[in-house]
Each structure stands twice: as structure tokens, then as C-alpha cells.
């Protein structure tokens, strides 16, 4: 039984950690685990980590990324914190999302772009964003799911057919602990509110957002909906958010759609649609198994579009499945080449040359990695790769690190550390 002066001190202990804060979009006095302070550090350090594990940049049309942005800052201006330092990036993920982690560090997936119809429903999405970074929400979704202590990145296990199979992430599924906040009813009802607001403020119209909701809700209801289960995960959608959206607009000015603007906007991903399904398709057939189908599809995904890192590097997967990995580590090569910017193209590389022997190659390759993103995997096979050198004391470091993840890959290296410890 709990005593109750362990309640107590617990109570206090509570009460001495957390304060009151205005909540700086509705002026209401909430609780507040963290510091405003604190809550920028946090979004600086992990907006890079969030982005490479969930497909880095989308690079292959740097006038999109240009154009979200300059739409996210117009409405950032008219916000009710406009000083904080507002980013806005699309990432290479299939996957219809967006989120916001503290300080205004945002991020869309151009799975959700090409469901939009023009800039007011972008505005729409943007808006609802900044206000769960103004409004301090997403430092509060945070802190309940205890992200804030999270440590290495652990990659997902996909095969154990080889020594390095683990590594190969089939599927592309690369973030174990990619953050994905989980809102309550009654924060995202406030989002929609106020970012109809700054969509008035900054010119658009704010039916833009009823339209989205509207679109969010016959989405839910399709045969898709089961591949929209992180959108609507984060953000629900339901009829009441429609009608609320509509009563909103109602007070509001009108304003611009800029459909014209957007579809130019988006022109680059919607010719590249068709590549995109055939590699959305090759990870589908890779669930099922299908790995001569998938490596089908993945290749005709790079006749489609030849300048797709994420096509080369899954066609590298899937040879590696093969354990064909010299053909797998040009595959790679190539990932690496036309995207040199996420991690997971410099670890792949790493693991194909590790195999070939080249340990030089693969070091390197293992090395480079970790200044992206820090991930348990690295570090184990570096440490595999320094005890086939001799360099034990090297290998045992990389262990104890790969260690602290814990999991399976924690456990081979608890295994490789005993080894080591019980010959010296």
C-alpha cells in the first residue's frame, strides 16, 4: 500500500516541477512542465532528428519547399506569437501528415500536398499548425508522451537471413522514435479556431479550412482510410470539427484561394504521381512478401522518375534481401548520390561495404551517418566492423552505446560486450 506520506511528497514534488502559465493564443493560465525557454531548445534539437527519420527534405523541387515556407511565414506574421523562430519544410514521406514540434518548427509530407485543392487549404493545414506551436500545445503533447528523454533511434528489423539483415529495412519504416503527437479534442477544436484566425489575418479564406475538414472526413470514411492512420491519429476528424469550422468562417472576412498559385506549386509531384504509387505499391507487395514483385515495381518507379533517392535505395533492400550486395551497394551508391542529405543512404552503404569486406569503406560510410542521425545500428555495426579490425576497444565503445537502446539490437550488443569482456 502507498503510504500517505509518500503521496505527499510526491504531491509536492508535483507541485514544485510544474507552474502556471498564460497560454499565450487564449490567454487562459494552464499547467507548464517546461520553460518557453526549454521548449525552443527542444524543437531546434529535435526538428533535424524528426525530419531525417521520416524521409528527410523533399529535394527533388527546392520552389515547393520555398513556396510552403513563404505561405507558413505570411501566416506566422499575423500569429499571436509571430517572434517565435517559425520553420517550415515538406518531407519525402507518401504518408497524408503535418505536424508541429515547440517553437514553431513545422513539417508536411508531400503525401498530404497532393490532396489539397489550392493555397487556402494549405493555409488551412500551416495555420492549424502554428497554433498548436503558439499555443504551446505540442510542448505539452511532449511532455505526456515523454519524448523528451528519448534517446538512440532504433531502426526496424525487417529480416534475419544474413548477418546484416536487420539492417534492411524493408519497407522504409526507418524511425522507431519519430515523434507524432497525440491531441486532445478540445486543442485541436482550438486550432482549427484560431488558425481560421490567421488565415483571415493573412488574406485567405477561411472556407479553405471547412473544405479540408470536409475532405478529412470522406477520407476517413473511403477504402483508404487505413493508409491515413498517423493523420488521423494526430489530428481525428469528425463532423463536429466541420460544423465548428463552418460557424467560424461565418465571422470572417473572405479571401483568396490562389488555386492557380498552388497547382503550379505542386505541378513537379503530381507529374511524379505515378512514380511515386509504384514505389508505394513495391512496399506494399513488400509486406506481402512479394520481393520479386516489389523489386519490379521499384525499378519501374525509377523509369518514372530517375532522380528519386528512395527508389535506388529500396531497390538496395531488396537486393541485399537477395544478398546480392555488391549490386545492392551500387544501389545504394546511387541513393547516396542523388540524395547525400539523410542518413539512412550513408548506413545502407556502410552495411553493403561492411559485407564485401571493405571495412575501410563501411567505417567510413557508418561514420558519416551518425552526424545525421544518431541510431543504435550504427553504432552496433561499427562496432562490428572495428572487432573484425582488431580494434576491440573501439567495438567495445560502439557497443556499450548500441547498448542503451535496448531491444534486440541493445541485447546483441550486450551479447558482443560480454563476448569481448570474457577473452580479455
Same mark, same amino acid.
Given at each position: 500500500?502507498?503510504?500517505?506520506?509518500?503521496?505527499?511528497?510526491?504531491?509536492?514534488?508535483?507541485?514544485?516541477?510544474?507552474?502556471?502559465?498564460?497560454?499565450?493564443?487564449?490567454?487562459?493560465?494552464?499547467?507548464?512542465?517546461?520553460?518557453?525557454?526549454?521548449?525552443?531548445?527542444?524543437?531546434?534539437?529535435?526538428?533535424?532528428?524528426?525530419?531525417?527519420?521520416?524521409?528527410?527534405?523533399?529535394?527533388?523541387?527546392?520552389?515547393?519547399?520555398?513556396?510552403?515556407?513563404?505561405?507558413?511565414?505570411?501566416?506566422?506574421?499575423?500569429?499571436?506569437?509571430?517572434?517565435?523562430?517559425?520553420?517550415?519544410?515538406?518531407?519525402?514521406?507518401?504518408?497524408?501528415?503535418?505536424?508541429?514540434?515547440?517553437?514553431?518548427?513545422?513539417?508536411?509530407?508531400?503525401?498530404?500536398?497532393?490532396?489539397?485543392?489550392?493555397?487556402?487549404?494549405?493555409?488551412?493545414?500551416?495555420?492549424?499548425?502554428?497554433?498548436?506551436?503558439?499555443?504551446?500545445?505540442?510542448?505539452?503533447?511532449?511532455?505526456?508522451?515523454?519524448?523528451?528523454?528519448?534517446?538512440?533511434?532504433?531502426?526496424?528489423?525487417?529480416?534475419?537471413?544474413?548477418?546484416?539483415?536487420?539492417?534492411?529495412?524493408?519497407?522504409?519504416?526507418?524511425?522507431?522514435?519519430?515523434?507524432?503527437?497525440?491531441?486532445?479534442?478540445?486543442?485541436?477544436?482550438?486550432?482549427?479556431?484560431?488558425?481560421?484566425?490567421?488565415?483571415?489575418?493573412?488574406?485567405?479564406?477561411?472556407?479553405?479550412?471547412?473544405?479540408?475538414?470536409?475532405?478529412?472526413?470522406?477520407?476517413?470514411?473511403?477504402?483508404?482510410?487505413?493508409?491515413?492512420?498517423?493523420?488521423?491519429?494526430?489530428?481525428?476528424?469528425?463532423?463536429?470539427?466541420? &460544423? #465548428?469550422?463552418?460557424?467560424?468562417?461565418?465571422?470572417?472576412?473572405?479571401? $483568396?484561394? *490562389?488555386?492557380? %498559385? !498552388?497547382? /503550379? =506549386?505542386?505541378?513537379?509531384?503530381?507529374? &511524379? #504521381?505515378?512514380?511515386?504509387?509504384?514505389?508505394?505499391?513495391?512496399?506494399? $507487395?513488400? *509486406?506481402?512478401? %512479394? !520481393?520479386? /514483385? =516489389?523489386?519490379?515495381?521499384?525499378?519501374?518507379?525509377?523509369?518514372?522518375?530517375?532522380?528519386?533517392?528512395?527508389?535506388?535505395?529500396?531497390?538496395?533492400?531488396?537486393?541485399?534481401?537477395?544478398?546480392?550486395?555488391?549490386?545492392?551497394?551500387?544501389?545504394?551508391?546511387?541513393?547516396?548520390?542523388?540524395?547525400?542529405?539523410?542518413?539512412?543512404?550513408?548506413?545502407?552503404?556502410?552495411?553493403?561495404?561492411?559485407?564485401?569486406?571493405?571495412?575501410?569503406?563501411?567505417?567510413?560510410?557508418?561514420?558519416?551517418?551518425?552526424?545525421?542521425?544518431?541510431?543504435?545500428?550504427?553504432?552496433?555495426?561499427?562496432?562490428?566492423?572495428?572487432?573484425?579490425?582488431?580494434?576491440?576497444?573501439?567495438?567495445?565503445?560502439?557497443?556499450?552505446?548500441?547498448?542503451?537502446?535496448?531491444?534486440?539490437?541493445?541485447?546483441?550488443?550486450?551479447?558482443?560486450?560480454?563476448?569481448?569482456?570474457?577473452?580479455?
Amino acid at each position: 500500500m502507498i503510504s500517505r506520506a509518500l503521496i505527499t511528497a510526491t504531491t509536492v514534488a508535483i507541485s514544485l516541477l510544474a507552474g502556471c502559465a498564460v497560454n499565450p493564443v487564449t490567454g487562459k493560465k494552464e499547467l507548464s512542465l517546461i520553460s518557453q525557454g526549454q521548449e525552443l531548445a527542444l524543437g531546434e534539437q529535435q526538428y533535424p532528428i524528426n525530419q531525417q527519420q521520416q524521409g528527410g527534405q523533399y529535394i527533388l523541387d527546392k520552389s515547393l519547399q520555398d513556396y510552403v515556407n513563404r505561405v507558413g511565414q505570411k501566416l506566422a506574421r499575423v500569429s499571436d506569437q509571430p517572434q517565435l523562430p517559425y520553420e517550415f519544410v515538406v518531407l519525402n514521406n507518401s504518408v497524408p501528415n503535418a505536424w508541429a514540434l515547440p517553437g514553431g518548427k513545422i513539417a508536411v509530407n508531400r503525401g498530404l500536398l497532393v490532396l489539397l485543392d489550392d493555397e487556402a487549404e494549405l493555409a488551412a493545414v500551416l495555420g492549424h499548425e502554428i497554433v498548436h506551436a503558439a499555443a504551446r500545445h505540442s510542448a505539452a503533447a511532449m511532455s505526456q508522451q515523454q519524448v523528451l528523454g528519448a534517446g538512440l533511434a532504433v531502426l526496424g528489423a525487417a529480416t534475419q537471413d544474413t548477418a546484416y539483415g536487420d539492417l534492411v529495412s524493408l519497407g522504409g519504416q526507418l524511425g522507431g522514435t519519430a515523434y507524432i503527437a497525440r491531441y486532445g479534442r478540445e486543442n485541436e477544436l482550438e486550432s482549427d479556431r484560431y488558425g481560421m484566425k490567421y488565415m483571415a489575418a493573412a488574406g485567405y479564406d477561411p472556407q479553405g479550412a471547412v473544405r479540408l475538414q470536409r475532405k478529412f472526413v470522406q477520407l476517413s470514411k473511403g477504402k483508404k482510410a487505413g493508409g491515413l492512420q498517423a493523420l488521423f491519429a494526430s489530428h481525428p476528424p469528425s463532423q463536429s470539427r466541420v &460544423d #465548428a469550422n463552418i460557424k467560424h468562417a461565418e465571422g470572417l472576412p473572405k479571401g $483568396a484561394t *490562389n488555386r492557380a %498559385q !498552388y497547382q /503550379r =506549386a505542386i505541378a513537379q509531384l503530381k507529374r &511524379d #504521381a505515378d512514380a511515386y504509387q509504384s514505389y508505394d505499391d513495391a512496399l506494399a $507487395a513488400i *509486406n506481402n512478401k %512479394q !520481393y520479386d /514483385r =516489389a523489386l519490379s515495381l521499384v525499378r519501374q518507379a525509377q523509369r518514372q522518375q530517375p532522380k528519386e533517392a528512395s527508389f535506388y535505395a529500396l531497390e538496395g533492400d531488396l537486393l541485399a534481401h537477395k544478398e546480392q550486395y555488391r549490386n545492392a551497394h551500387k544501389a545504394y551508391d546511387s541513393a547516396v548520390q542523388k540524395n547525400p542529405g539523410l542518413f539512412s543512404n550513408w548506413l545502407k552503404r556502410g552495411m553493403a561495404s561492411a559485407q564485401l569486406n571493405n571495412y575501410t569503406a563501411a567505417e567510413r560510410d557508418l561514420e558519416r551517418s551518425l552526424r545525421y542521425l544518431e541510431t543504435a545500428h550504427a553504432h552496433y555495426y561499427l562496432g562490428q566492423v572495428n572487432e573484425k579490425q582488431g580494434n576491440v576497444r573501439n567495438a567495445y565503445s560502439h557497443y556499450q552505446t548500441a547498448a542503451q537502446a535496448g531491444g534486440e539490437i541493445g541485447n546483441k550488443a550486450q551479447a558482443r560486450m560480454q563476448a569481448i569482456g570474457n577473452k580479455g
